[in-house]
C-alpha cells in the first residue's frame, strides 16, 4: 500500500506563508492525480488544489485559493508540495494530500481519491 507523509504544517500569522510537503513511497511517475484537500472543525473537507502528472495538464485551484496557492511535484523526490501564501485566518484546517494512482488521464483527478496522508495542521492567526 503507498504511503503518503505530509510535513511542514504549522502556526502562522495572517498574511504569511507555510510550504506542505508530501512525501509518497511511490513514484509519482505515470499517469498519476494529485491533490490536496483540507478540513477544519465543523466543516466538510474540501479541495484545495490538484493537478495531473503529465505535464501541460491543467491544474485546479478552489476559488477561495487561487492566486494564493500553488501545487507542484518532484518525480525524484516523490513529493508533493502546496505552497502557501497570503494565508488567512480562514486557512487553518487540517490539510492532507491524496492521490488517485494509475488514472485514467487528467479527467480522472476530479474524481474520487483512494490514497491518503494522514494530514500536518496549519494554524493561521489574525
Known amino acids: 500500500q503507498v504511503k ?3 510535513s ?3 502556526s502562522v500569522q495572517a498574511g504569511g506563508s507555510l510550504r506542505l510537503s508530501c512525501a509518497s513511497s511511490r513514484s509519482t511517475y505515470g499517469s ?3 491533490a490536496w ?3 477544519a472543525p465543523g466543516k466538510e473537507r474540501e479541495k484545495v488544489a490538484h ?3 503529465y505535464p501541460g495538464t491543467p491544474y485546479y485551484y478552489a476559488d477561495s485559493v487561487k492566486g494564493r496557492f500553488t501545487i507542484s511535484q518532484e518525480f525524484a523526490k516523490k513529493t508533493i508540495y502546496l505552497q502557501m501564501s497570503s494565508l488567512k ?3 487553518t484546517a487540517m490539510y492532507y494530500c491524496a492521490a488517485i494512482w494509475e488514472s485514467r488521464g487528467s479527467g480522472a483527478c476530479a ?3 483512494n490514497s491518503w496522508g494522514q494530514g500536518t495542521q496549519v494554524t493561521v492567526s489574525s
Do not use: I, S
Request: hydrophobic letters at 25%; one cysteine or more.
Open 111 to 113: 474524481g474520487e481519491y
Open 8 to 10: 511542514g504544517g504549522g
Open 32 to 34: 498519476n492525480c494529485l
Open 51 to 53: 493537478m495531473h502528472t
Open 4 to 6: 503518503l507523509v505530509e
Open 37 to 39: 484537500f483540507r478540513q
Open 89 to 91: 485566518p480562514e486557512d
